[in-house]
């Protein structure tokens, strides 16, 4: 019982000396003084991590959009409400569904992406083939693929809040009848842009930090092996998520919770 | 010509994702922005403040001129203490001003609607609004309107 | 110290969790000359190789290069003496996003500030030394495994270094991929008065270049001398190598208890 608890509690410490290390490997990486070359790298990433990322964000939202209008209709109606949808389709995704979706979305695709390119770097000995030409890995290959995370995805959850409210537009408006002028109306005075709209960005910064801290260690610390590369994507895709979801309830709790 | 094409892409991408956020400002939020930093902070008393809380509208003539930002009790008065922030630009509401606890429509929620009285000086940041109108409380009404009907048999 | 040994590798010990890899080696390897470091599978040919180059550092004893400890160095002394060794690694860890051209390119562009003209000049010339100058344009996936690493070659001898370190060089490679690799080494370490030391067990082709090879075994130096003193050895453990016997002083069988207590089935 004793040794179960012991057992416990090294678990723990375990787990708090790896996120200490994946903090400093973060701060080695990205304080540092960016060179004319740093830019057209991170561009390079952007490209990568964020346009490649376009199409799924683009069609998931119009489609979440679309169910938001369409759910959010059946039930208003019921109460012969339906010109709320707006306000309801908009204050659903700009404040929850945009940011944890996109998110959950940016961790499967690309921060999955990173962790197996940067491992499969390892595995080629190309990140200690760098150190050997005394460059480091940590600048030249963690540093661009972490800003590069941090600066798609909230543009990212924008854009995904936006395609999505002309999905439930679609729907509402287009497709059942509601009047456009209360669909934007309504909207119009439920959303507040500095407590809603950017409170979801302010989420989608925490995400993006969160996936792709997750991502680069995974791929920078994993083993060298198909297995160990393997595994550290799953592991990528696994704790992100988990901490995607577990950081919204937080956020939410500390944004909306004062809000009865 | 592949750069090009990579380094195009990487900025539409940016462009789309700030004119994303613009659009979000002003065609979903409609350039509502909460107004904290220009207002100034009122009170009123009411019997009865049921149904109230904080975020709720605070209204003039129909128009929204600040909210709610909490509804506790005044320990001397032992009446509900309503705290506002109304609007910076909102400096015409006369000292003898009321408050009444209104709702919107049958079981709508419950805001704070103004009335401006015809005193020359205004209210000003910390002041108290005496003239209160409290909250319909359904059930009282139910109970009163039951009494009268029993009385009047 | 005498300024001829490049490397001299003192009391080293490394540790794998409790399994010691090597346990007080002692070698030394002199300048100009194309040095062997063979042995069995598992006895920590590459491990010694990433002590040289300092990825690695040992746990016991030093190991100076160039007549600098360095484990002691910090990290921009390490870069510099860095930019006087070339690595050539097992895969040959070209970086796949940049082509043949640029990946020969990057060590001189990292380091050096050379014109656009000088640079291309200079490329192509070790480009042409491997003979892969038509290939410059191609991509690190188009390349078959012996023309990457004859490019990774190219990319390790771009900044002229003094000493070179080949991980199996030979592994993996068709008999003509292996001529020309063996060419190259011996070529470049003339032509250049390099120092070379690879990593191999791949014996006839490693001793037909070297001049010195270093057998190491039980996590220690076995013999060194001259590849034809290493053929007339009477050590049973090098005589085992040498003639690739499958059981002998470095037995066929994993450590394990006898037979006869692990099978099942059968009572005392």
Request: aromatic share 8%; charged share 15%; glycine share 10%.
């Given at each position: 019982?004793?040794?179960?608890?012991?057992?416990?509690?090294?678990?723990?410490?375990?787990?708090?000396?790896r996120i200490?290390?994946?903090?400093?490997?973060?701060?080695?990486?990205?304080?540092?003084?960016?060179?004319?070359?740093?830019?057209?790298?991170?561009?390079?990433?952007?490209?990568?991590?964020?346009?490649?990322?376009?199409?799924?964000?683009?069609?998931?939202?119009?489609?979440?959009?679309?169910?938001?209008?369409?759910?959010?209709?059946?039930?208003?109606?019921?109460?012969?409400?339906?010109?709320?949808?707006?306000?309801?389709?908009?204050?659903?995704?700009?404040r929850?569904?945009?940011?944890?979706?996109?998110?959950?979305?940016?961790?499967?695709?690309?921060?999955?992406?990173?962790?197996?390119?940067?491992?499969?770097?390892?595995?080629?000995?190309?990140?200690?083939?760098?150190?050997?030409?005394?460059?480091?890995?940590?600048?030249?290959?963690?540093?661009?693929?972490?800003?590069?995370?941090?600066?798609?995805?909230?543009?990212?959850?924008?854009?995904?809040?936006?395609?999505g409210?002309?999905?439930?537009?679609?729907?509402?408006?287009?497709?059942?009848?509601?009047?456009?002028?209360?669909y934007?109306?309504?909207?119009?005075?439920?959303?507040?842009?500095?407590?809603?709209?950017?409170?979801?960005m302010?989420?989608?910064?925490?995400?993006?930090?969160?996936?792709?801290?997750?991502?680069?260690?995974?791929?920078?610390?994993?083993?060298?092996?198909s297995?160990?590369?393997?595994?550290?994507?799953?592991?990528?895709?696994?704790?992100?998520?988990?901490?995607?979801?577990?950081?919204?309830?937080?956020?939410?709790?500390?944004?909306?919770?004062?809000?009865? | 010509?592949?750069?090009?094409?990579?380094?195009?892409?990487?900025?539409?991408?940016?462009?789309?994702?700030?004119?994303?956020?613009?659009?979000?400002?002003?065609?979903?939020?409609?350039?509502?922005?909460?107004?904290?930093?220009?207002?100034?902070?009122?009170?009123?008393?009411?019997?009865?403040?049921?149904?109230?809380?904080?975020?709720?509208?605070?209204?003039?003539?129909?128009?929204?001129?600040?909210?709610?930002?909490?509804?506790?009790?005044?320990?001397?008065?032992?009446?509900?203490?309503?705290?506002?922030?109304?609007?910076?630009?909102?400096?015409?509401?006369?000292?003898?001003?009321?408050?009444?606890?209104?709702?919107?429509?049958?079981?709508?929620?419950?805001?704070?609607?103004?009335?401006?009285?015809?005193?020359?000086e205004?209210?000003?940041?910390?002041?108290?609004?005496?003239?209160t109108?409290?909250?319909?409380?359904?059930?009282?009404?139910?109970?009163?309107?039951l009494?009268?009907?029993?009385?009047?048999? | 110290?005498?300024?001829?040994?490049?490397?001299?590798?003192?009391?080293?010990?490394?540790?794998?969790?409790?399994?010691?890899?090597?346990?007080?080696l002692?070698?030394?390897?002199?300048?100009?000359?194309?040095?062997?470091?063979?042995?069995?599978?598992?006895?920590?040919?590459?491990?010694?190789?990433?002590?040289?180059?300092?990825?690695?550092?040992?746990?016991?004893?030093?190991?100076?290069?160039?007549?600098?400890?360095?484990?002691?160095?910090?990290?921009?002394?390490?870069?510099?003496?860095r930019?006087?060794?070339?690595?050539?690694f097992?895969?040959?860890?070209?970086?796949?996003?940049?082509?043949v051209?640029?990946?020969?390119?990057?060590?001189?562009?990292?380091?050096?500030?050379?014109?656009?003209?000088?640079?291309?000049n200079?490329?192509l010339?070790?480009?042409?030394?491997?003979?892969?100058?038509?290939?410059?344009?191609?991509?690190?996936?188009?390349?078959?495994?012996?023309?990457?690493?004859?490019?990774?070659?190219?990319?390790?001898?771009a900044?002229?270094?003094?000493?070179?370190?080949?991980?199996?060089?030979?592994?993996?490679?068709?008999?003509?991929?292996?001529?020309?690799?063996?060419?190259?080494?011996?070529?470049l370490?003339?032509?250049?008065?390099?120092?070379?030391?690879?990593?191999?067990h791949?014996?006839?082709?490693?001793?037909?270049?070297?001049?010195?090879?270093?057998?190491?075994?039980?996590?220690?130096?076995?013999?060194?001398?001259?590849?034809?003193?290493?053929?007339?050895?009477?050590?049973?453990?090098?005589?085992?190598?040498?003639?690739?016997?499958?059981?002998?002083?470095?037995?066929?069988?994993?450590?394990?208890?006898?037979?006869?207590?692990?099978?099942?089935?059968?009572?005392?």
């Amino acid at each position: 019982m004793i040794g179960l608890i012991a057992d416990l509690g090294s678990g723990f410490l375990g787990k708090l000396v790896r996120i200490g290390q994946a903090w400093l490997m973060l701060m080695q990486a990205i304080i540092v003084q960016p060179k004319a070359s740093s830019l057209s790298r991170l561009i390079q990433q952007l490209y990568v991590v964020g346009v490649q990322s376009l199409i799924i964000i683009l069609v998931s939202a119009l489609f979440i959009g679309m169910v938001l209008g369409l759910q959010g209709y059946t039930l208003l109606a019921a109460y012969g409400t339906e010109q709320a949808v707006g306000q309801m389709v908009a204050l659903t995704l700009v404040r929850e569904l945009s940011p944890v979706v996109a998110a959950l979305l940016f961790a499967g695709r690309a921060g999955s992406a990173l962790t197996a390119e940067i491992g499969l770097m390892k595995a080629t000995e190309q990140l200690a083939s760098l150190e050997m030409f005394g460059v480091d890995p940590l600048h030249r290959i963690v540093a661009p693929r972490f800003w590069a995370g941090i600066i798609s995805l909230p543009l990212l959850v924008a854009i995904f809040s936006l395609v999505g409210i002309y999905g439930g537009h679609l729907v509402a408006v287009d497709w059942l009848g509601v009047y456009s002028g209360s669909y934007w109306g309504n909207m119009q005075q439920a959303v507040d842009f500095n407590g809603d709209v950017l409170n979801g960005m302010v989420k989608a910064l925490v995400f993006a930090f969160l996936i792709s801290w997750t991502a680069v260690y995974q791929g920078y610390t994993c083993v060298p092996t198909s297995q160990g590369i393997s595994a550290a994507t799953t592991r990528t895709v696994v704790y992100s998520s988990l901490a995607i979801l577990g950081f919204d309830f937080i956020l939410t709790a500390l944004m909306f919770g004062g809000t009865v | 010509m592949n750069k090009k094409w990579l380094e195009l892409s990487v900025g539409l991408m940016m462009v789309a994702g700030v004119a994303a956020l613009v659009a979000l400002a002003l065609q979903v939020s409609g350039g509502n922005m909460s107004r904290n930093a220009q207002s100034y902070a009122i009170s009123a008393l009411f019997e009865n403040a049921a149904g109230l809380g904080p975020k709720a509208k605070v209204t003039m003539a129909g128009v929204t001129v600040g909210e709610v930002v909490s509804v506790v009790i005044d320990p001397n008065a032992l009446m509900a203490k309503v705290n506002m922030e109304i609007y910076g630009q909102v400096d015409y509401l006369s000292i003898d001003s009321s408050a009444s606890i209104l709702t919107a429509g049958l079981l709508g929620e419950k805001y704070v609607g103004l009335t401006v009285g015809a005193e020359e000086e205004v209210l000003v940041d910390g002041d108290v609004i005496e003239d209160t109108q409290s909250a319909l409380v359904l059930e009282e009404l139910i109970g009163q309107f039951l009494l009268n009907f029993g009385d009047n048999k | 110290m005498a300024t001829d040994d490049i490397i001299n590798i003192q009391n080293v010990s490394f540790y794998r969790g409790d399994r010691a890899i090597f346990k007080n080696l002692n070698c030394v390897i002199s300048a100009g000359k194309i040095t062997a470091i063979m042995g069995p599978s598992g006895s920590g040919k590459t491990t010694l190789l990433r002590l040289i180059s300092g990825q690695l550092q040992p746990h016991e004893g030093q190991i100076r290069l160039f007549g600098q400890d360095i484990a002691a160095l910090n990290r921009k002394q390490l870069t510099q003496i860095r930019t006087r060794m070339g690595v050539l690694f097992q895969s040959g860890a070209l970086f796949t996003d940049l082509s043949v051209f640029e990946n020969v390119a990057f060590p001189l562009r990292e380091h050096l500030h050379l014109s656009v003209d000088e640079l291309y000049n200079k490329v192509l010339l070790k480009l042409e030394a491997v003979g892969l100058r038509g290939a410059r344009d191609l991509m690190p996936s188009q390349l078959s495994g012996g023309m990457a690493r004859r490019v990774a070659l190219a990319r390790a001898v771009a900044m002229e270094p003094e000493l070179i370190l080949y991980d199996e060089p030979f592994a993996g490679q068709d008999p003509i991929a292996m001529a020309v690799l063996q060419r190259l080494i011996k070529d470049l370490n003339c032509a250049m008065h390099l120092t070379s030391v690879l990593v191999s067990h791949d014996i006839a082709e490693a001793c037909a270049i070297a001049d010195q090879v270093i057998l190491l075994g039980e996590g220690r130096v076995l013999v060194q001398g001259t590849p034809a003193a290493l053929q007339a050895s009477n050590d049973p453990a090098v005589k085992q190598f040498i003639h690739g016997e499958a059981d002998g002083v470095i037995p066929f069988h994993f450590f394990a208890p006898p037979l006869q207590q692990e099978l099942r089935g059968k009572s005392e």
